[in-house]
């Protein structure tokens, strides 16, 4: 019985075998789109836990509460926490601080700026990194030891069998030798600890000493011992706070600031999705996986529905061939079967043809999720399983119902060419709509998508972003006097036209002027810095080296300042309070007003912000601007003379506009899926909407011959014909636009500068898919117009 059902199966599919490659196409794209977004959600899902201790690892968090009630969640702590903590609560066994930067290193007279992470000696002990050479409880003893990576290694030995080699970095301002201890694998991509040279963050404490508690900077991770209560470790963390840190808040309340620090522990492995804690590593926002998700689950309903808009069509074709073998004494249960059986035989098929698109569609769709992704790794005995059942899932949902149809079929009808099953197959139209629904609300989303970035691309900064170069002052000469001689060296150079520097990292908080108390940005910067930005100034001057008390005593302030404090008249108002460290109760003077310009991306709205000169804030960032002729000839001038003054580092730049484009690469990247996702829908619903259009087709053939013959012309019989396929189409148009204004409004709210809702954005998709989805159908409707009423009315 079984061959003979597999010789009905593969002669129906000779027979009809464009309609066996929609089939088995149309379904194997929707498997292969779900295959390669189920390794995405198993790589994002999977993130830390392939650690050993992974239960009982816990990261340091902290909520710095400020005095008016305002509140910001950190996943960094500063040096003192760890040991304080460890030191005083017996459930923490272990902790390992995790600090990344940045180092020079010097290998055979070549310079190489490298990313470094300064970790404590019991980073093997908490974490399961596998170490390919070396002893992990000992390999960060000893201050200058080392451990690669093995793509480290081989970038800088050209071999993994790296131990006992040395390399020459530069800490504190000079290169010491530091000795390979250890070489271990590259993290995985499911890793948000990521490194490729570990350093023995004792060096660095030795280096840097500081036992402040009121600053956060870099994680901190600890391992609880079994079964531990983190209500009470929380409270012994804040008594032990209170106690270490009491003249420190004296000192802070003193100053003004009276904010305070509330600490907690958070499972690693939880903290991947974690985007409201600020400086968690790796951090990804889970809406993401979600769209991705999204877009899996429509491509993959969006098939099975074509699968049994096509088999139902089929159904038509087989009818006699079912009333034959029912009054040969096959049952209903026997039909049902076979049927399913060629179902689940084409769901097969089509899933061998997914495996080999996934396959070869997985660079791509690496490259285009921007993630790490490793498929030796995803592939593995719980993925196959994965993918069996979603195999089998989908051939049961797709091809239960086309089954039950053909097994219910009565033979009379069949045999005599009686109705059609399903009758007016309400069910049919209603899975064009979610189809096409579906398909809709991809496409509003990438043409909206496409619009915000344009805005966000396009809308004017504030300053003059082209031929704007910045480079990182190295640590040793963040000064004023060394700043401004680097400054004078670049300038003099025949291809820059102005240079000037500002302060490195970002600074704010509370301030006060007018009488107001509100957040503001701060900068430190030179009189050069508003020429070299091209920085419009709206009101009063720019700093001046003629007037000696602009160093201590004046501030430029933008246009959202003036609007924050509502000062009448900016120029001579006062700024009686800055949240600086160290700042004191001194008053600066406004000076000058500048037009508001973007200092960060356009996703963050302009705040109040306050330039001023004082040595509160560090040096390190100077911005250089270039002329428009011979570019790369500036450019190796300027590397000379970067190398005359600081021989041991390479020179590293970057230019603002393309700092600018990088700003916005996850919207790029973003757009770049859906936009996919949207044009794979497409496909996968027209390859459907072809056969719903066959299935109708098949249906009223007599009709369409009675009504020829009557006289009927083409276009009559056309406009007939296509308005079955086009009013789906339009509820679905009416029931997808509400969900994707609603979708697309909660998303745009997170953007400060935002596209407008445009109507007409809703209208352009809707005549764009109606005009898809009129093309789909032509070909069925012209040849059933054109078919001979004669044949027809003879053959139907």
Partial sequence: MFWHYLKSFTRSLSRHRWIAA?????????????????????????????????????????????????????????????????????????????????????????????????????????????????????????????????????????????????????????????????????????????????????????????????????????LLSVHTDIAAIRRKMQQIYASRAHEEIDLNNLAGYHNRFEWDLLPMAGMHFRKDYSGTPGASDPVYMYILAGIALFV??????????????????????????????????????QYLGESIAMCCVAALLALLLAVAAFPAFREMTGKSLELPRLVDWKFAIELVFLVLLTALCSGFYPARRLAAFKPADTLRGGPAPGGRNRLVRVLVVVQFGLAIILMTATLFLYAQLN???????????????????????????????????????????????????????????????????????????????????????????SFPSDASGSAVVNESFVREAGVPVPIGATIDYLDIPGWGLRKLTVIGVVKDYHYASLKEPIEPMVLLQD???????????????????????LDKVYHRLDANRPFQYDFADEANRRAYEPERRWRLIIGSGALLTILVACTGLFGFSLFTIQRRKKEIGLRKALGASGWQLFSLMASDFTRPVSVAFVVAVPVSYVLLHRWLE???????????????????????????????????????????????
């Fill in 455 to 545: 805005v966000l691309i396009t809308t004017a900064t504030g300053y003059d972003a082209k031929d704007l170069l910045s480079f990182t002052v190295p640590d040793g000469v963040r000064d004023r006097p060394l700043m401004e001689y680097y400054e004078s060296a670049f300038v003099h150079e025949p291809g820059v036209i102005d240079a000037g520097y500002q302060n490195i990292g970002k600074f704010g908080g509370k301030t006060v002027s007018n009488g107001k108390t509100f957040r503001a940005v701060y900068a430190r910067v030179d009189d050069h810095y508003l020429p070299t930005m091209r920085i419009v100034l709206s009101q009063g001057r720019n700093f001046s080296a």
């Fill in 615 to 637: 040595d509160a804030l560090p040096l390190g960032k100077m911005w250089v601007r270039l002329r428009s002729t011979d570019l790369p000839k500036t450019l190796v001038a």
């Fill in 22 to 222: 929609i089939h088995i196409g149309g379904l194997g794209l929707g498997l292969a789109c779900s295959m390669l977004i189920l390794l995405y959600l198993k790589n994002e899902l999977s993130f830390d836990d392939f650690h050993r201790h992974k239960d009982d690892i816990y990261q340091l968090v902290c909520t710095r509460i400020e005095q008016d009630g305002s509140s910001e969640r950190f996943a960094i702590a500063a040096q003192v926490q760890g040991p304080a903590f460890k030191q005083g609560i017996p459930e923490i066994a272990e902790y390992v601080r995790v600090m990344p930067g940045d180092v020079v290193i010097k290998d055979h007279g070549q310079l190489f700026n490298e990313k470094v992470t300064w970790v404590d000696t019991a980073f093997f002990t908490i974490f399961s990194f596998p170490i390919r050479s070396g002893n992990p409880a000992v390999v960060l003893r000893d201050y200058h030891s080392m451990v690669l990576s093995e793509s480290a290694a081989v970038k800088y030995f050209g071999t993994t069998a790296a131990t006992g080699k040395q390399l020459l970095l530069e800490v504190g301002g000079h290169f010491e030798s530091f000795v390979v201890s250890g070489v271990t694998q590259d993290p995985p991509s499911n890793s948000s600890i990521r490194f490729t040279i570990l350093l023995p963050y004792s060096y660095y404490e030795k280096l840097n000493p500081d036992n402040g508690w009121m600053w956060v900077s870099y994680p901190t991770y600890f």
């Fill in 750 to 796: 997170a953007y400060p500068y935002r596209v407008q809702l445009s109507w007409w954005r809703f209208g352009l998709v809707g005549l764009i898919v109606l005009s898809i989805a009129l093309l789909t159908v032509s070909y069925h409707v012209f040849r059933a117009i054109r078919a001979s009423p004669a044949h027809v009315l003879k053959t139907s």
């Fill in 300 to 337: 993959l309903v969006i098939a099975c529905i074509n699968f049994i808009h096509l088999s139902v069509a089929q159904a038509l074709k087989r009818s006699r061939e079912i009333g034959i073998r029912k009054i040969a004494g096959s049952t209903q249960r026997q039909l049902l079967w």
